[in-house]
C-alpha cells in the first residue's frame, strides 16, 4: 500500500492566481518526483529531489518550482497560473534504487 | 541520453488471449525496470519491479522479464479480463549521475468482452 498524498485531486483556478500543489509521503523516502501529464499523453519529468534541500530540474521545462525543506513534503508552486498550465500532475518517491510509488494526481485547470 | 520505447503503442485483444507487451531502453546502466498501470485520469499503480541482476517477476497473472544486456524487458499478461484494460508503461532507474526515473509513453491495452 502506498502511502503518498496529493492535493488536491482537482483545482479549477484563474488565470494569474498563485496555486501550491501538495504532496506528501510517509515512507521515509528520499526522493521525490513531480511529473506532467497531458491526456491520453506521456509523462514528463519536471523536477526532481534527492533529498531535504535537493531540487533538481526535469526534462520538461516548466514556469513551476518546488521546495524540499522536509523528507516527507515536495509541494509545487505556480506562481502566476496560465492556460497553458492546465494539465495533470503526478508525485512520486522512492527510495533509492528500489520500487517508486504515485499519487493520485492533481487534475489542473486554468481558465 | 537514455529512450525508452513501448511496442505497441496500442493493442486490442479479445478477453481470455495471452498478450506480451515490449519495453525497451538503450542505456544498460539501470537499477531497475518498473512495470506501472495508468486508468484514465489516475496516477499510476505500481505492478511489478525487476532489479537490474534479476530475470523476472511474477504477480497473479502478470509476469515480466528484463535482459538488461540487449535492453529489452517484456510484461505478459495470461488469460486477459476486460479488467485488465489500461495504459501499460515500463520506467527505468538510471545509475548515473541523475539517477532518475525514465518512463515509456506507455501502451494503451484494450481487452474486449
Known amino acids: 500500500e502506498a502511502d503518498i498524498y496529493q492535493t488536491p485531486r482537482y483545482l479549477v483556478i484563474g488565470t494569474g492566481k498563485k496555486i501550491t500543489l501538495e504532496c506528501s509521503q510517509t515512507?521515509?523516502?528520499?526522493?521525490m518526483y513531480w511529473y506532467q501529464q497531458d491526456p491520453g499523453m506521456e509523462l514528463h519529468l519536471i523536477h526532481y529531489s534527492y533529498g531535504v534541500n535537493s531540487t533538481e530540474k526535469g526534462d520538461l521545462s516548466s514556469e513551476s518550482t518546488v521546495s524540499r525543506i522536509r523528507t516527507e513534503h515536495f509541494p509545487l508552486t505556480l506562481e502566476s497560473a496560465r492556460p497553458s498550465h492546465t494539465s495533470q500532475y503526478l508525485c512520486?518517491?522512492?527510495?533509492?534504487?528500489?520500487?517508486?510509488?504515485f499519487g493520485q494526481g492533481t487534475r489542473l485547470t486554468v481558465v | 541520453k537514455q529512450e525508452v520505447t513501448q511496442i505497441p503503442a496500442a493493442l486490442s485483444v479479445p478477453e481470455g488471449e495471452n498478450l506480451v507487451l515490449n519495453c525497451s531502453f538503450t542505456d544498460s546502466a539501470i537499477y531497475n525496470l518498473q512495470w506501472f498501470r495508468q486508468d484514465p485520469g489516475k496516477g499510476l499503480t505500481s505492478l511489478l519491479l525487476i532489479q537490474s541482476s534479476q530475470r523476472e517477476q511474477t504477480s497473479g497473472r502478470l509476469n515480466a522479464s528484463l535482459d538488461k544486456s540487449s535492453g529489452r524487458s517484456t510484461l505478459y499478461i495470461a488469460a486477459s479480463q476486460p479488467g485488465d484494460s489500461a495504459t501499460y508503461l515500463c520506467a527505468v532507474d538510471l545509475m548515473n549521475r541523475d539517477d532518475k526515473i525514465i518512463f515509456g509513453k506507455g501502451t494503451r491495452l484494450h481487452i474486449l468482452p
Open positions: 515512507m521515509g523516502h528520499d526522493k
Open positions: 512520486a518517491s522512492s527510495l533509492s534504487k528500489t520500487e517508486a510509488f
